[in-house]
């Protein structure tokens, strides 16, 4: 497809279950963000990717986050011993960052994680 | 502080009227500025960039000042389409392009 894409659309999973969010950018996309959404909350950024640049982490809430970027494209966000407070819209963006400053990210429909 | 700060409203607004939202951002050094529009469980989705000379889209007006570090979204003659959470983006300085969205500013239109 032309956009990004994320899967599953909707995950709900038993509280001290690990869990995978996979982002699939758009091609060529250098740059990949992860962000989460609280209801009725703003976006809060988690991590960024840019090409082989180390990434930043600086948004990830704990160390039972983690992410990868393998080969440059397909993202996988993995949430460790899932905690009720995780329950949130997760959503990915990717982004032309090699065309300057004010090129557009783009969003992908998110992955809605509840944790019962 | 937060990076960056919107005003999160709720704006309840008439059709046909005129409505402006300000974000302020603290980044003296970031780049690049934009507004995003989110519809409700939607994904955010760009409305426009924001340049420091002040652009134009239509109805819509995006405002830069780098001295007071703020920018502005102006909406004229209001549309029941233009309810929405309207998003301040700010893109940081060059290196480590992140980023970083206000909480929003919800908007509501009202017939």
């Known amino acids: 497809g032309a956009g990004v894409s994320q899967s599953p659309s909707n995950k709900v999973t038993e509280k001290g279950k690990d869990v995978e969010l996979r982002c699939d950018p758009i091609?060529?996309?250098?740059?990949l963000y992860w962000y989460r959404q609280s209801l009725g909350q703003g976006l809060e950024f988690l991590i960024y990717?840019?090409?082989?640049?180390?990434?930043?982490k600086s948004g990830l809430p704990s160390d039972r986050f983690s992410a990868e970027r393998t080969g440059g494209s397909v993202s996988t966000l993995t949430i460790q011993r899932t905690q009720q407070e995780d329950s949130a819209v997760y959503l990915c963006a990717s982004r032309y960052r090699d065309r300057g400053p004010n090129t557009e990210a783009f969003f992908g429909q998110g992955t809605r994680l509840t944790v019962v | 502080r937060k990076e960056v700060e919107q005003d999160p409203g709720p704006f309840n607004v008439p059709e046909g009227a005129t409505v402006a939202f300000n974000c302020t951002y603290s980044?003296?050094?970031?780049?690049?500025f934009f507004w995003y529009r989110q519809d409700c469980r939607k994904e955010p989705k760009l409305l426009m960039s924001?340049?420091?000379s002040g652009n134009e889209d239509g109805r819509f007006t995006a405002q830069l000042n780098r001295a007071s570090q703020y920018i502005s979204l102006l909406i004229r003659d209001s549309k029941l389409s233009d309810s929405a959470t309207y998003l301040c983006v700010v893109l940081s300085n060059f290196g480590n392009e992140k980023l970083t969205f206000g909480t929003g500013t919800r908007l509501t239109i009202i017939p």
């Open positions: 924001v340049y420091s």
């Open positions: 980044n003296s050094a970031s780049q690049s």
């Open positions: 091609s060529g996309h250098t740059a």
């Open positions: 990717f840019q090409g082989n640049s180390a990434p930043d």
